[in-house]
């Protein structure tokens, strides 16, 4: 039996029609209250893995509904609406991380979506300090795959600070390459409890090992308007070629995940308002819906 909730029809035509004309494929508030977002194509968020959706007051969600109320030390208060997506890095500990499946493959993809730094952040210590930030690939992650893989990165100082670098594999079942363009991310104490946009466009080579594949990586602070979003990192004749057998595309990714440098006490990040397109998205404001003016997306959930 096929159930199908926090729809209409009108919404689910207005959900493909947005689609079909270059409206974003996902945009995801997390306003559900859960991780059932999902669009035509069959995009997916895996198991939470030390994530959960949160308000401001507690979290409600984490492989199932829960309720704990925030401790008081902490700030769950999302960028949009009510509710976002938690990180929590208990101190000593090395992995939080959301995962997803875009559904199809697509070759060129837009991501652009709010990141909270930690109230209390301070890079972790040890070496090497490099921690996860986003990561995407075709078929395979790193030398697993016979396509590419793009991860972004961002490595610590002693003053707790930290530089934001991306690396790729050209795919063929080979390991990343080394760390390119480390530049100035998260500065310590002032950007605590900051809001961020990030803006990521990837786009795969045209034809085989050609060298016109693109990285390219936007940031702007909350505080800063669309127009003035800085391009962090710029990469135009990438070979990121699509594997023979498949996927034709980017297939796959996550959000966060391995810390290197643990953090000394408990962390937490927040995600919230993350857009998924196939068209530029640095005319938004970065708190666009798919149907172009509603508050709300309309959230199309397929279970079997």
């Given at each position: 039996?096929?159930?199908?909730?926090?729809f209409t029809a009108m919404a689910l035509a207005s959900l493909l029609?947005?689609t079909a004309y270059g409206e974003p494929l996902l945009v995801d508030?997390?306003e559900s209250g859960d991780m059932s977002a999902t669009n035509e194509?069959?995009?997916?968020?895996?198991?939470?893995?030390?994530?959960?959706?949160?308000?401001?007051?507690?979290?409600?969600?984490?492989?199932?509904?829960?309720?704990?109320?925030?401790?008081?030390?902490?700030?769950?208060?999302?960028?949009?609406?009510?509710?976002?997506?938690?990180?929590?890095?208990?101190?000593?500990?090395?992995?939080?991380?959301?995962?997803?499946?875009?559904?199809?493959?697509?070759?060129?993809?837009?991501?652009?979506?709010?990141?909270?730094?930690?109230?209390?952040?301070?890079?972790?210590?040890?070496?090497?300090?490099?921690?996860?930030?986003?990561?995407?690939?075709?078929?395979?992650?790193?030398?697993?795959?016979?396509?590419?893989?793009?991860?972004?990165?961002?490595?610590?100082?002693?003053?707790?600070?930290?530089?934001?670098?991306?690396?790729?594999?050209?795919?063929?079942?080979?390991?990343?390459?080394?760390?390119?363009?480390?530049?100035?991310?998260?500065?310590?104490?002032?950007?605590?409890?900051?809001?961020?946009?990030?803006?990521?466009?990837?786009?795969?080579?045209?034809?085989?090992?050609?060298?016109?594949?693109?990285?390219?990586?936007?940031?702007?602070?909350?505080?800063?308007?669309?127009?003035?979003?800085?391009?962090?990192?710029?990469?135009?004749?990438?070979?990121?070629?699509?594997?023979?057998?498949?996927?034709?595309?980017?297939?796959?990714?996550?959000?966060?995940?391995?810390?290197?440098?643990?953090?000394?006490?408990?962390?937490?990040?927040?995600?919230?308002?993350?857009?998924?397109?196939?068209?530029?998205?640095?005319?938004?404001?970065?708190?666009?819906?798919?149907?172009?003016?509603?508050?709300?997306?309309?959230?199309?959930?397929?279970?079997?």
């Amino acid at each position: 039996m096929v159930k199908l909730k926090h729809f209409t029809a009108m919404a689910l035509a207005s959900l493909l029609a947005g689609t079909a004309y270059g409206e974003p494929l996902l945009v995801d508030s997390f306003e559900s209250g859960d991780m059932s977002a999902t669009n035509e194509a069959g995009f997916d968020w895996s198991r939470n893995n030390r994530t959960s959706v949160v308000t401001s007051e507690a979290a409600v969600y984490n492989n199932g509904t829960i309720y704990n109320p925030i401790d008081l030390a902490n700030n769950w208060e999302p960028k949009h609406g009510k509710h976002s997506l938690r990180f929590r890095y208990p101190a000593g500990e090395f992995l939080a991380e959301q995962r997803f499946n875009l559904g199809k493959a697509y070759k060129d993809i837009w991501f652009q979506y709010w990141v909270r730094v930690p109230v209390n952040y301070f890079h972790g210590q040890s070496s090497p300090s490099n921690h996860k930030f986003f990561a995407l690939w075709m078929d395979g992650y790193s030398y697993h795959g016979n396509g590419p893989t793009v991860i972004w990165e961002f490595w610590g100082d002693d003053t707790g600070s930290s530089r934001l670098a991306y690396h790729y594999s050209e795919g063929g079942y080979n390991i990343l390459g080394g760390h390119i363009d480390r530049q100035p991310f998260i500065s310590v104490p002032d950007d605590r409890g900051r809001w961020m946009e990030i803006t990521i466009h990837v786009k795969a080579s045209s034809q085989g090992q050609s060298n016109d594949g693109v990285i390219e990586l936007w940031r702007r602070w909350e505080s800063e308007s669309p127009d003035k979003r800085t391009l962090l990192h710029r990469k135009t004749d990438a070979v990121l070629p699509i594997p023979p057998e498949g996927p034709q595309g980017w297939k796959n990714g996550y959000f966060m995940g391995w810390a290197n440098a643990a953090y000394s006490s408990d962390t937490e990040w927040l995600i919230d308002h993350v857009t998924i397109s196939e068209s530029p998205l640095l005319s938004t404001d970065g708190l666009q819906s798919v149907s172009g003016n509603a508050p709300t997306p309309p959230v199309l959930s397929v279970k079997n």
